[in-house]
């Protein structure tokens, strides 16, 4: 199974990216899928999540009202749009399931 996330990039501080997270070799249906950020210096740490089932999201409470995690069943994907972004917003960003981690990628916002 692989984990491939992708959509990171040098962005100005209140602009808006998309990330995705698609896997290979399985299917998300029946977990929850997450998505995890990890500044420099910094732990690891958790920014939101769906249930793949339910659609049931959650948050970290700095990203609340910004960011959105979406799925697209079809596509076996999980988005995670991220608008007004901030430099400390700044991190490799992970997706996660089943206690798989892929590969991140790099966000970086300018002030």
């Known amino acids: 199974v692989q984990l491939q996330a992708s959509g990171g990039g040098l962005v100005q501080a209140g602009t808006s990216l998309r990330l995705s997270c698609a896997t290979s070799?399985?299917?998300?249906?029946?977990?929850?899928v997450g998505w995890f950020r990890q500044a420099p210096g910094k732990e690891r740490e958790f920014v939101a999540a769906?249930?793949?089932?339910?659609?049931?999201?959650s948050y970290e409470d700095s990203v609340k009202g910004r960011f959105t995690i979406s799925k697209d069943n079809a596509k076996n994907t999980v988005y995670l749009q991220m608008n007004s972004l901030k430099p400390e917003d700044t991190a490799v960003y992970y997706c996660?399931?089943?206690?798989?981690y892929g590969q991140g990628t790099l966000v970086t916002v300018s002030s």
């Open positions: 070799g399985d299917t998300f249906r029946g977990y929850t």
């Open positions: 769906i249930r793949w089932n339910s659609g049931t999201t």
């Open positions: 996660a399931f089943n206690d798989i």
